[in-house]
């Protein structure tokens, strides 16, 4: 069964580093999402992408956070000054618009922590 | 605003009995999606039942059924039979319109079954 893939699983990081996390979609899939859960919190949308570019992004995302499909097959969610803050599990989905139920597909998440 | 509200932080549950998670929606859109997702310790996001707010059925997927009420805006997920392997937390989510664009998650609900 065609999956949602994501690397690393887990990366642990000083504050200020740059961190890329990646994701591999379901291959036909056209919307991709990034959502991240602080431990403990509920599940919070961060970035939708559509065509190759954001759809819709949420007050989480602001100029720290960048996406970008780099190719045909990654999604990637580059996060350029890491603080503590960011401290969280990031999970990928992607969704194939013509779902009539609309499902969205989540990878198993990467965990970020920062130090 | 659009919102989603879990009351239940916590729910326990006996082996084989029925168990019903709450879930409360809040939009003004017509037409909107409901989902519920299970996240097991291990962290994974796993898609367990949608419905489509013009659905005039109640979702149902083998033990998972969803109690949709609209004009109360609940949509309460109803798991019959419950397993020790149920033991995870569940998540409530709508898209708020068809743009598809913004899953909005609620706080979640613990489940337990106990032997």
């Known amino acids: 069964e065609p999956e949602v893939t994501q690397t690393p699983s887990h990366q642990v990081t000083q504050m200020g580093q740059e961190v890329i996390l990646r994701c591999v979609p379901i291959?036909?899939?056209?919307?991709f999402y990034w959502y991240r859960q602080i431990l403990g919190q509920k599940v919070e949308f961060l970035v939708s992408?559509?065509?190759?570019?954001?759809?819709?992004k949420s007050e989480i995302f602001d100029d720290q956070f960048s996406v970008e499909r780099p190719d045909g097959s990654n999604f990637t969610l580059k996060i350029r000054s890491t603080k503590l803050e960011d401290s969280a599990m990031y999970f990928c989905?992607?969704?194939?618009?013509?779902?009539?139920?609309?499902?969205?597909?989540f990878g198993e998440g990467s965990r970020l922590t920062v130090l | 605003a659009q919102k989603i509200t879990q009351t239940q932080p916590g729910m326990f549950v006996q082996e084989k009995e029925a168990v019903t998670l709450d879930c409360t929606y809040d939009?003004?859109?017509?037409?909107?999606?409901l989902f519920w997702y299970k996240q097991p310790s291990s962290g994974e996001m796993i898609f367990l039942i949608y419905q489509g707010s013009y659905d005039e059925q109640n979702a149902t997927e083998g033990r998972y059924s969803l109690n949709f009420q609209k004009a109360r805006k609940s949509a309460n997920l109803v798991i019959s039979a419950s397993q020790l392997g149920d033991s995870a937390m569940y998540f409530c989510a709508m898209f708020p319109s068809r743009g598809y664009n913004k899953l909005i998650f609620g706080a979640g609900t613990r489940l337990a079954v106990h032997p």
């Open positions: 989905a992607s969704r194939d618009r013509t779902t009539s139920t609309g499902e969205l597909f």
């Open positions: 992408f559509y065509n190759n570019e954001i759809s819709e």
């Open positions: 939009t003004s859109d017509q037409s909107y999606g």
């Open positions: 291959s036909n899939h056209l919307y």
